[in-house]
């Protein structure tokens, strides 16, 4: 069955960067490109960017260009988001999810939280 | 890329139904029928409930029902029960080959 497993939490200084992994199991790897959302504490889904995890070419929010990169790993299935500069503001936790090819997010990870405190 | 406006939050009671608005723009919504709803209780990760626009995924409950006019998508919740208390964001792709989230929608069931 589809998987999505991230790992983890993090905790860090402001300034810091963070790289958080997320597995994937259960269909093939590169047939479904992967998205990544954060949400703050008490606030709401915020679009990151997304990974073709066949070509590797990525897209992403406008409000955090030149910060995030997203990259992937085939021979592992699993796809990285690295974050820095990282601000008080950048806490919350951080979900990769599935894009399903109808343009939409059918399976999510866990989450993983990321605690950007001095 | 602005995040879509849905309300804050509705309310309605057992069995009744209940509509949560998703405004977007000419770039977003008004232009692509790829809008999508996501049911999310707390601490837990967000759940697919309707894709382009109008389709529900497999196991979805036939009482969450998706629409789209101009620039807003609608949900509508029917035969309103206490576990569909949760929050609701709306989601679209825009012409940014870029995902805008809504603000999401907190539902009371009363």
């Known amino acids: 069955q589809v998987q999505v497993v991230q790992f983890g939490a993090e905790v860090t200084n402001p300034g810091a960067s963070v790289k958080i992994s997320c597995k994937a199991s259960?269909?093939?790897?590169?047939?479904?490109?992967m998205h990544w959302v954060r949400q703050a504490p008490g606030q709401g889904l915020e679009w990151m960017g997304i990974?073709?995890?066949?070509?590797?070419?990525?897209y992403y929010a406008q409000s955090l260009q030149g910060r995030v990169a997203l990259t992937r790993d085939t021979s592992t299935t699993t796809v990285y988001m690295d974050l820095s500069s990282l601000r008080s503001e950048d806490t919350a936790v951080y979900y990769c999810?599935?894009?399903?090819?109808?343009?939409?997010?059918?399976?999510w990870g866990q989450g993983t939280l990321v605690s950007v405190s001095s | 890329q602005s995040a879509l406006t849905q309300p804050a939050s509705v309310s309605g009671s057992p069995g009744q139904s209940i509509t949560i608005s998703c405004i977007g723009t000419?770039?977003?919504?008004?232009?692509?029928?790829?809008v999508t709803w996501y049911q999310q209780y707390p601490g837990k990760a967000p759940k697919l409930i309707i894709f382009?626009?109008?389709h529900r995924p497999s196991g979805v409950s036939n009482r969450f029902s998706g629409s789209k006019s101009g620039n807003t998508a609608s949900l509508t919740i029917s035969g309103l029960q206490a576990e569909d208390e949760a929050d609701y964001y709306c989601?679209?792709?825009?012409?940014?080959?870029?995902?805008?989230f809504g603000g999401g929608t907190k539902l009371t069931v009363l």
């Open positions: 989601t679209s792709y825009t012409n940014s080959d870029t995902w805008v």
């Open positions: 990974i073709d995890t066949s070509s590797g070419s990525t």
């Open positions: 000419s770039s977003d919504i008004g232009i692509y029928n790829y």
């Open positions: 259960g269909y093939t790897f590169t047939s479904h490109k």
């Open positions: 999810a599935r894009d399903s090819r109808n343009w939409a997010l059918d399976y």
């Open positions: 382009d626009v109008t």
